[in-house]
């Protein structure tokens, strides 16, 4: 199974590069992926390799587990001792053998005091040496400039690298999990393929509501108290609460096949599920997405990354479920389905064997440009404040404090261009994706 | 075809009234006490400098003119361990607590007695520091207010491992001073039925469900309606008062939405009459350079975000530095501006304020509308009706104008539908860039300062404009297109 989607992603990138457009589009993305997972040692003010006092240290690459390491060397010479705690000693003023830095030897929150107040990626920067101000060495210097407080903008572009794509991909997977899921079920069933005896959907009803009871009445409190722990245990315990909730709906609709004596109760009518499931995600649509996040991000106290990620993935699963809803609909005509109905594959089957393939690959189109519109909403989210925590630092609240200072240029036109070119890059590929798959049919 | 609309309008209904429920469970579970939000703006004021005994009463009053003490909707769901008489007792501060031990134990005299105990415990040491008869040592007084004080707390205090801790603590002062003594038997009896409550004796009472009809006396129902004194209710148009500064939701949004409509009627005919002349002659000449340098215009376009297109406007043309073209930001100078001015004076003045505005708005919308319109129309230029129609040889300004044309504007229908709401809230982002004083700021200001009477009528307008936008492109659809099947689900 997974050697074959390996191979059947294979065969889609191979065709996708054909063109230099997508072969760009691919690559850059690959490039984004590997800033973003490794930006803890591009970025950083601790050296990669260093060699202090006659002890070899790789203090970036230690605190990844460890941040507070602390070391005690002795001085051959004098004999005194000094205590390094890795994470807040001053590298750069120290008098280091043999050093390696990183690429980008600047923290995110390490303010440069030689280079406060904005300074330009053109201007003469500064840096200390032997306690007199030097004109900075090329390694030194602030490629993209510095805030006011001195710090790094390409230190934080490339963080913020990593906040964006994780925002974009994990919201795109949740989008993606269930709007497939309700457009692949309502596409399916329609409304009037799912048939229930009468005697089932009153007990679902009744099932919902006590559900219900059970998973946020009398489990009140628990979920109360959860929001207060933190933002994960509170999605675990929501969870949670749906599971019974729909499971106790599901158990009840279950018995309804042991009223067969009641005629009534025993007569089958077509459900309309698709309607519901319509109507569902239109009012859905129809939420102001951002007073939501807002409203949630007050109740929950303090903000998280994680809420971002799950309201924007939340919200857009209407437009996934669209399409997957459409693309069933054409399957649905297809005479290798009603082969499977023939042979008597359970509509379990048939949804995940068959259909859930076809459905598939049009739908990971479409998730691609909802990556880009993910990350255009989180950049929108923290340039305005909201959302994001404030200490981390991401694209848009970069450009958010460049609003303020128009001089700083820099501020405004890095961030953004990260966000353009990587905006523009999931939308290549989406459409050379439409290209590629489009023709093969 | 009426039948369809019709249903369409009856589905609407039910949409409605879910979005209203859903902004009516934020307005409750909002953080924050209302009531103690507009005492405290109140006392602000001023105008009332009052005892904590004064400011209790005026609470509750508050509470029962803001109808705040009715249950919140026309039914409930509880569990079968009744807590509703916990509302009953005065002090609000001492209810979760209480609930919550009646949720865990299912029995409520037991928690009932527990309480009256704490409370005369409470009382007689009260009494005990009050009375003249005793002489207190400093010392044995400190001792007393602490008693006094845990066993306050003791009563708000959720946590069942603090509750503990604070009850330990308690029994200890009790019993190690012997000046305590008058406390010591009602503490015992409340230590021995709390004791007693953590057994939990009637444990299954919780997952019991327990539906009370509160009938039309609930605050959904007024929330809706009003509740025929001094509020209207929000079907007539009564969000309440703005927190911020008292005034009513309306009367505050109906000029701010001046602003948020002129610039989406502005931007979306501008749009349109940008992107549909590119879209036609990109899909006449598919494939050709006009075609292929629209495309690629659109695309950059379309990936530049809102927020970076317009600093980057404001940073090129509004700054002194490079370009300075145009102000910016407001909409208004304030030292010339005179309110009296005639209409097409004013305009004229408002005008170099909402060039850059504009802009921003239309560019994304023009790269959507093109790319939209293009694909339709190639799409149609490809049917078999388009070859009919140039071999009965009409010109190709016919063949493109008249029949392909009218074909492909259909997929508009829906984009200007769901333009609607645009048109009610304004952008948040754009507004907020350029300080234009329209919904879009009044929103992102409202949440800034929590006030929640306008974020919920927001959350409502938006939602109903929303739903009456997609209303309006589907009958729109049916009304224009007739051969949209409208049980199109059902075939079999």
């Known amino acids: 199974m997974i050697k074959r989607s390996i191979q059947h992603i294979k065969s889609i990138w191979k065709n996708v590069k054909r063109k230099p457009s997508g072969r760009f589009a691919g690559y850059f993305i690959l490039f984004l992926v590997f800033v973003g997972l490794f930006a803890d040692l591009i970025a950083t003010d601790q050296p990669l390799f260093v060699k202090y006092k006659d002890s070899y240290w790789f203090p970036a690459f230690t605190s990844l587990w460890n941040e507070e390491r602390t070391e005690i060397v002795e001085d051959p010479a004098t004999k005194a001792k000094e205590t390094i705690q890795f994470d807040i000693a001053e590298w750069k003023k120290m008098d280091l053998e043999l050093v390696i830095w990183a690429p980008i030897p600047w923290a995110v929150e390490g303010p440069d005091i030689f280079n406060r107040d904005y300074t330009s990626p053109f201007d003469k920067q500064y840096s200390g040496k032997d306690g007199k101000v030097v004109e900075a060495p090329f390694i030194f210097r602030h490629h993209f400039g510095t805030n006011q407080r001195g710090n790094d903008v390409l230190a934080g572009i490339i963080h913020g690298t990593a906040i964006s794509l994780k925002i974009g991909l994990l919201s795109a997977f949740i989008a993606g999990l269930i709007g497939i899921l309700l457009g692949l079920v309502s596409g399916y069933y329609g409304d009037s393929q799912l048939y229930s005896s009468n005697a089932s959907v009153i007990l679902a009803i009744m099932g919902l509501i006590l559900g219900f009871f059970w998973a946020f009445i009398t489990r009140y409190y628990v979920l109360f108290d959860a929001m207060e722990i933190g933002f994960w245990f509170t999605t675990l315990q929501i969870s949670w609460s749906v599971i019974v909730c729909l499971g106790t709906s599901f158990i009840f609709a279950w018995c309804g096949r042991f009223f067969r004596n009641v005629k009534w109760l025993k007569n089958k009518n077509p459900f309309p599920l698709d309607m519901f499931i319509q109507r569902g995600s239109e009012v859905f649509e129809a939420l102001p997405k951002l007073l939501i996040i807002i409203t949630l991000a007050a109740i929950f106290k303090e903000k998280s990354v994680g809420l971002v990620i799950a309201i924007i993935g939340l919200s857009n699963w209407t437009v996934v479920s669209r399409f997957a809803r459409a693309e069933m609909l054409r399957t649905r005509e297809l005479s290798y389905l009603d082969a499977a109905k023939t042979m008597g594959f359970s509509d379990l089957r048939i949804l995940y064997n068959h259909a859930l393939p076809a459905v598939f690959t049009p739908v990971l189109i479409e998730l691609t440009f909802l990556i880009a519109g993910s990350i255009i909403i989180e950049s929108s989210l923290s340039f305005l404040g909201i959302g994001v925590p404030d200490e981390v630092v991401t694209w848009g609240s970069i450009l958010s404090s460049g609003r303020q200072q128009f001089d700083a240029w820099w501020m405004v036109v890095f961030p953004g261009l990260a966000i353009f070119f990587t905006v523009i890059s999931f939308y290549i590929l989406g459409e050379r994706l439409r290209e590629v798959l489009n023709k093969k049919e | ?492």
């Not at chain 2, 075809?1 to 039910?14: A, D, E, G």
């Not at chain 2, 190690?176 to 406390?183: F, H, P, R, S, V």
């Open chain 2, 1 to 492: 075809m009426w039948i369809y609309i019709l249903k369409r309008i009856l589905l609407f209904i039910p949409s409605l009234f879910i979005i209203t429920l859903f902004a009516f469970i934020i307005s409750i579970k909002a953080p924050g006490d209302p009531v103690q939000r507009i005492l405290n703006s109140a006392e602000n004021d001023g105008s009332q400098q009052s005892t904590k005994m004064d400011m209790n009463k005026a609470a509750n009053e508050l509470r029962i003119k803001m109808g705040l003490d009715l249950p919140a909707f026309y039914f409930s769901l509880e569990t079968a361990a009744d807590i509703d008489t916990i509302e009953l007792i005065n002090e609000n501060s001492h209810h979760e607590t209480l609930k919550r031990l009646v949720q865990e134990s299912g029995d409520q005299s037991l928690v009932l007695a527990w309480y009256n105990e704490v409370i005369s415990t409470n009382k007689i040491l009260k009494n005990q520091l009050a009375s003249p008869y005793i002489k207190n040592t400093p010392q044995f007084e400190e001792t007393l207010n602490n008693a006094i004080i845990l066993t306050g707390e003791l009563l708000q205090t959720v946590s069942k491992k603090q509750r503990a801790a604070k009850c330990d603590s308690i029994t200890s002062l009790i019993s190690l001073n012997a000046g305590l003594y008058e406390a010591r038997n009602s503490w015992k009896k409340a230590s021995l039925i709390l004791k007693e409550i953590e057994k939990q004796p009637k444990w299954y009472l919780k997952w019991l469900p327990h539906i009370h009809i509160n009938g039309l006396k609930n605050q959904y129902h007024k929330w809706l309606f009003g509740n025929g004194v001094d509020t209207k209710g929000i079907l007539r148009g009564d969000f309440g008062l703005s927190y911020r500064d008292g005034q009513p939701i309306m009367d505050r949004m109906i000029p701010k939405i001046k602003w948020s409509l002129a610039l989406a009627v502005l931007s979306v005919f501008l749009s349109f009459l940008i992107s549909v002349p590119v879209g036609i002659y990109a899909a006449y000449r598919n494939n050709g350079w006009f075609d292929m340098i629209s495309k690629n215009i659109t695309f950059v376009l379309y990936a530049i975000p809102s927020f970076f297109g317009g600093i980057l406007l404001l940073v090129l043309f509004a700054n002194p530095d490079m370009i300075d073209w145009f102000p910016a930001s407001g909409v208004k100078d304030a030292g010339n501006f005179d309110p009296n001015w005639s209409l097409g004076k004013r305009i004229l003045h408002y005008l170099p304020y909402l060039v850059l505005p504009i802009i921003t708005y239309t560019y994304g919308s023009v790269a959507f509308i093109t790319a939209q319109l293009k694909s339709s129309l190639i799409e149609q230029l490809s049917n078999d009706y388009i070859r009919t129609a140039r071999a009965k040889g009409l010109t190709e300004w016919k063949v493109v104008m008249k029949h392909a044309l009218r074909n492909s504007l259909l997929p508009m229908i829906t984009i200007l539908g769901n333009m609607l709401p645009l048109a009610f809230g304004g952008s948040v982002i754009i507004e907020t860039i350029f300080s234009i004083p329209g919904m879009g700021l009044e929103i992102y200001e409202s949440i800034q300062n929590l006030d929640y009477p306008m974020i919920i009528a927001v959350f409502t307008l938006f939602g109903v404009f929303t739903m009456t936008g997609y209303l309006f492109a589907d009958i729109g659809y049916a009304l224009v297109d007739p051969r949209i099947k409208f049980n199109r689900n059902n075939k079999k």
